[in-house]
DNA sequence: TAGTGGTCTAGACCACGAG
DNA sequence: TCGTGGTCTAGACCACTAT
């Protein structure tokens, strides 16, 4: 019956509102009694989809007021949830590419082999990518999945080259959740010949474990990105 | 009757009783049902005091199995919860310390008139901290309140070193979310200064937005943190 | 099959903010 | 006062996983 929950159906369809213009920065929402009526369910379930919404930082909601849409969020990676490269970038996917450098069977180095829960002689498929936004590049992704999660992975091209939709989609991989670490450092001379750029400038680093609905390590990536592409993020308080 | 929420009373509760060590690493929680019995509410309840767990890394749901304590976070600050400095740390505070480098009241630069939605002769407060762990030096801290929003706050000791703590119990301001972007730079001679280090090293650098429960922004953060603090973020799937 | 979490109902009352 | 979102009930059925 419900191929998707109705909370998620309404999420999106009152997302592609918003970013399609129906409604505009600042407009109220319809009241979540209006909403619960108008798409025939209870009004905690269109309140789960609201606050999806409100994570997503579209809408602010308002004690004893209601709900309006945010202003348009500047153009930045938004982290608040997991998603692919280029949904994280919001743009036209049309401006960003991804050029893989790497893509290899090897064996785990040891903090690969930690992360992902693997002994020294399991082998992981290395899948290093250059994203470029408007060709010039934006960071620099080392991707790491254990052999048994994606066999194959590395021998054939990624579908719409994003990494989770190839995870999904042909190695049947559902990732639930992710930690994440950022801090700074300096380029490294191999990262910046990857790059294409002189080495020695600040980078933000990034490690990301990515675990599976079994809540399994599946995907261990390092990442560095330039500055000129900050991560955004929405915190909501407790 | 509910000072508290009760999902809330039953988040902090579980919460408590994973970090006193009554339930370790990988133990399974009571199920859902006998949580709501054990609490006397209802399974619904129940679920929004799991879902704050989830949020916070604390705990791990398998859908058909059961909720499982976290393995022990690694140190770090966490940024899914809007929180002070050392609250994200998670330190014991005694490790903790906060030097007060500038306390004024002065006129807003641009970016910071922007971000406050203020006009260029609006007066706004500028505390600006470094944050000590073990007496390193962890983080500079610039962060400028409206005038109308706190007046005076540049005038008396923040309560217990904490902005929020002071905003919200001298001030009456709640907090309700932030936007925050993060990105690299190279640490520059004043803040370098401030922070007591040589200027020229990576360092992440974050702006941060936080606005009350009106949705009006009260506090705009500019912050340069050391690498050997990354941040930490849990992130879920859609 | 048994037990778990995921979704959902159809209400109720409370808390907040604007007029 | 009135309309809004915030919390909560007491169930129900579904989806998933292990055995």
Redesign the interface.
Known sequence: MHRQPMYRVINEDLAAQIQGGVFSSGDQLPNEHDLAKQYGVSR?TVRQALN?LEED?LV?R??GIGT?VSEKS?R?RR?????SFSEELGSAPDNITSDVVRAELVYPPKDVAEALELASDDSVSRLTRVRRVNKEPAALQDAWIPYSVAPGIVREPLIDNSLYRTLAERHGV?????????????LGKEEARSLGIEPG?????GL?TT?S???RPVEYTRGW?L????????????
């Open positions: 905690m999806l930082g602010a308002r004690h309006f500047r930045g982290l608040n949830r997991l998603r559902a990732l639930r959740w992710a930690d994440q670490s950022m801090t700074a450092s300096l400038g600040a980078v933000l680093h990301r675990y609905t079994e809540n990105t500055p000129e592409f900050p991560l955004l993020l929405r915190i909501e308080a407790e």
